[in-house]
């Protein structure tokens, strides 16, 4: 990542932001940085869509619960309005290596994409 990127950043502030509970526990909060053709597909090897997301994640979030980054954040921007970053998290015991997409829109950065693939630590 370029140290001045100011695209990179915004998108890694997003991506910071929809690991908070309280962000996540909100419909107004979480849409505001889901793109309108969010798609997902999970560390459980499920398939979301914006709808979804927005119905399931403010239901089940619990309000202590946080995702923990394992892993420097890195971003590039890939095209003037797209940025992909990459990192690694722990969540209730599970490791995931992730990867979304940021594109900007009229109303600021929003997650376009997103994919989360499990991992085991060590051997």
Do not use: C, K, N
Request: charged share 25%; hydrophobic share 35%; proline share 6%.
């Amino acid at each position: 990542m370029t140290e001045h990127d100011s695209a990179v950043q915004a998108a890694i502030e997003g991506e910071l932001r929809l690991m908070d509970p309280e962000v996540r526990r909100s419909p107004e909060l979480l849409g505001s940085l889901l793109h309108p053709e969010f798609h997902e597909f999970g560390s459980s090897g499920r398939r979301w869509d914006r709808a979804s997301t927005m119905s399931r994640l403010p239901a089940d979030t619990d309000p202590v619960d946080r995702y923990v980054v394992t892993s420097e954040i890195q971003g590039v921007r890939l095209a003037p309005d797209v940025v992909h970053l990459t990192f690694d998290t722990v969540y209730d015991g599970g490791h995931a290596h992730r990867s979304s997409l940021w594109r900007r829109t009229d109303d600021g950065w929003r997650m376009y994409f997103h994919q989360g693939t499990p991992f085991t630590t060590g051997s």
